[in-house]
T-cell receptor
Framework: ETGVTQSPTHLIKTRGQQVTLRCSSQSGHNTVSWYQQALGQGPQFIFQYYREEENGRGNFPPRFSGLQFPNYSSELNVNALELDDSALYLC???????????????FGAGSRLTVL | QQQVKQSPQSLIVQKGGISIINCAYENTAFDYFPWYQQFPGKGPALLIAIRPDVSEKKEGRFTISFNKSAKQFSLHIMDSQPGDSATYFCAAGANAGKSTFGDGTTLTVKP
């Protein structure tokens, strides 16, 4: 059983550019959540994808968008990068069971984004 | 804004001692309260979680105490070991995938 894998592990962009981060969910999981973790802070919920549709969103602007694919992998896209977007972006997969919410998040190691 | 407040920010404990980390939440709709452990360069890993229908849950050396009326919950690490040195996050949410996290506690266990 493989865990959650994210790519790239590190990347550097300049202000105004666009970035795409990728995530392969753990085998058997059908839901992907994305979190932003600034240095010295806890992860902040960006959004969740279930059945290829957004299933909840945190307090992030529309320039943060995502996709989930039929194999449950996911992408996070950020347009018009700002300096404050510099953070560790974490992907977490889980399973939504009928009649219950997602449980037991499995996190990847993250993608470290630096915006200059 | 929904918040989860965590304290202390950092904690130093001697080997064999008890580590206690506290969290408070505001949203009474939250019904899932996990604790995560994060090592440098790694993502958070679920340690233990509780739902509000119980007041305590124990798994090995780790115990969650939950006070629904006070909207507080805490993590107790018994017989703390140097390998427990990490950053610990509490979280709360309607489900695990949409959790609100605290700002973390850096635990150092001295040999």
């Amino acid at each position: 059983e493989t865990g959650v894998t994210q790519s790239p592990t590190h990347l550097i962009k300049t202000r105004g550019q666009q970035v795409t981060l990728r995530c392969s969910s753990q085998s058997g999981h059908n839901t992907v959540s994305w979190y932003q973790q600034a240095l010295g802070q806890g992860p902040q919920f960006i959004f969740q994808y279930y059945r290829e549709e957004e299933n909840g969103r945190g307090n992030f602007p529309p320039r943060f968008s995502g996709l989930q694919f039929p194999n449950y992998s996911s992408e996070l896209n950020v347009n018009a990068l700002e300096l404050d977007d510099s953070a560790l972006y974490l992907c977490a997969s889980s399973s939504i069971l009928a009649g219950a919410g997602a449980n037991v998040l499995t996190f990847g190691a993250g993608s470290r984004l630096t915006v200059l | 804004q929904q918040q989860v407040k965590q304290s202390p920010q950092s904690l130093i404990v001697q080997k064999g001692g008890i580590s206690i980390i506290n969290c408070a939440y505001e949203n009474t709709a939250f019904d899932y309260f996990p604790w995560y452990q994060q090592f440098p360069g790694k993502g958070p890993a679920l340690l233990i979680a509780i739902r509000p229908d119980v007041s305590e849950k124990k798994e090995g050396r780790f115990t969650i105490s939950f006070n629904k009326s006070a909207k507080q919950f805490s993590l107790h690490i018994m017989d703390s070991q140097p390998g427990d040195s990490a950053t610990y996050f509490c979280a709360a949410g309607a489900n695990a995938g949409k959790s609100t996290f605290g700002d973390g506690t850096t635990l150092t266990v001295k040999p």
